[in-house]
């Protein structure tokens, strides 16, 4: 995309020519596509917003992509802001799960109100740079750091307003919400416009057996919602031990309560490990009680199933596949990006797509998986607007020179051109510099 292109762009009425659209982003009506899925088409933007989508060949003077590919603004529906980039000052020398937690809560007992929002805003501007449009990020909610976390989310959402909108849900053990702690807890997710979340993560493992009481816990947790109103997102059955199975008695909780707020688990890793039946009943609950997945499948090779010197034999992510025949919607998220849950990642959906599709099998056909990171997290994320392309739409998209799938898959795509209300913006994300007063070891 050259200079010419850019200042094209920059006008308030033009055409873009020869772009081929995910029909996964589009309207059912936008006619064939490809063996891909790809819709060839022209489109119009008008003072920021998609006016037109025609097909090839309708545009006057245009900008030509000579077939590239446009995707929309894409959405980011489980990440962990609060404690991003900590790697350098905070690392998991074992890549364990059990070593990420252990790093993670010694570092946050040095958090700082400027600490948490320069990191915060850094991946804030990461994903910006990427392509992401909304976002929701957990909030690690133990306190008295849990005041300090939701204070950085609420200034930052405000400052990023029109930008990314973006989402807060609290993240802590699910007996946390016991007691008159867990109260104050909701309600200052509540204060805060945020979602209830809690962590079962490692129920089922040697070092945190299921507790006698967790039906109890899981009452409240949702009592606690249910009288504010609240949707949901936990973290669920995030280890390789078939006998965390609290996915399971989620699904039965919110039936058994005719729960109708939103909800969302993510992780949910032992149902790969777990018998076909009790995974097949599993999955028909969340089905039921309309429960959206949404798997992390970076961070979760890179944690589970590590062992010293043993070659890792599964994958660590769940049962995709299973979950949307089943017609429960899936999501791929980046999740941790460079602290001691995962060392990598960028906030860049396209990257969390590209290596989804590898891992779990998502090509042969590629069909409508491109919706795992647009509108299915869009509509779990209760942001409808976002993750389509469609008339009257704001112009928010990205545009890549590739032109098949394979081409866009196989390389980083780091030339990309992000439009934002028809738009050009400066793609490039922040230099790590930037936080090197805070991570200086």
Not at 171 to 185: K, Q, R, S, V, W
Not at 247 to 265: D, G, I, K, M, W
Not at 343 to 367: K, N, Q, S, T
Not at 417 to 424: E, K, P, S, Y
């Amino acid at each position: 995309m050259n200079k010419a292109w850019i200042e094209l762009s920059r006008s308030k009425d033009f055409w873009l020519r020869d772009a081929r659209v995910p029909s996964a982003f589009l309207p059912s009506t936008l006619g064939p596509a490809d063996s891909e899925g790809l819709v060839r088409l022209d489109l119009r933007i008008v003072d920021g917003r998609i006016t037109a989508l025609e097909p090839l060949g309708s545009a006057p003077i245009a900008i030509d992509l000579h077939g590239g590919q446009v995707w929309p603004g894409l959405v980011d529906a489980h990440v962990h802001l609060d404690k991003t980039q900590i790697w350098p000052r905070a690392p998991n020398w074992n890549g364990t799960h059990a070593g990420a937690r252990t790093a993670a809560a010694a570092d946050r007992q040095g958090w700082s109100e400027a600490d948490i929002e320069t990191r915060f805003a850094f991946g804030l501007a990461c994903a910006y740079a990427h392509g992401t449009v909304a976002m929701r990020t957990h909030i690690d909610s133990y306190w008295p750091h849990a005041h300090i976390g939701w204070r950085v989310f609420r200034t930052l959402r405000e400052t990023w307003a029109g930008r990314i909108a973006l989402q807060a849900s609290s993240l802590c053990p699910l007996d946390h919400f016991m007691g008159e702690a867990g109260i104050t807890l909701a309600d200052e997710v509540a204060n805060s416009g945020g979602v209830l979340g809690m962590v079962t993560t490692g129920l089922g493992d040697p070092d945190r057996p299921m507790p006698l009481n967790v039906q109890d816990q899981l009452d409240q947790f949702f009592a606690l919602a249910e009288e504010r109103d609240l949707a949901l997102d936990l973290h669920i059955d995030e280890t390789g031990d078939p006998q965390a199975r609290m996915l399971h008695a989620v699904a039965s909780t919110a039936l058994h309560r005719n729960f109708r707020r939103p909800v969302q688990c993510g992780h949910c890793c032992s149902l790969g490990q777990q018998s076909e039946e009790f995974a097949a009943e599993t999955i028909r609950l969340c089905a039921e009680a309309g429960i959206a997945i949404v798997a992390l499948p970076m961070c979760n090779m890179y944690l589970q199933g590590r062992s010293p010197g043993r070659t890792p034999r599964w994958r660590g992510i769940t049962l995709v596949h299973e979950f949307r025949a089943a017609g429960v919607p899936v999501s791929f998220a980046s999740d941790n990006c460079r602290d001691p849950f995962y060392p990598f990642g960028d906030y860049d959906l396209l990257e969390v797509y590209r290596e989804a599709v590898r891992i779990g099998h998502l090509d042969h056909p590629f069909g409508e998986w491109p919706q795992s990171v647009g509108p299915i997290p869009a509509t779990a994320l209760g942001v409808p607007q976002h993750g389509h392309i469609r008339v009257g739409a704001d112009a928010d998209l990205i545009m890549f020179r590739a032109r098949s799938m394979t081409e866009l898959l196989a390389r980083p795509q780091s030339d990309r051109v992000i439009l934002r209300n028809g738009r050009a913006i400066d793609a490039s994300p922040p230099d790590y510099r930037e936080l090197d007063h805070l991570l200086a070891q």
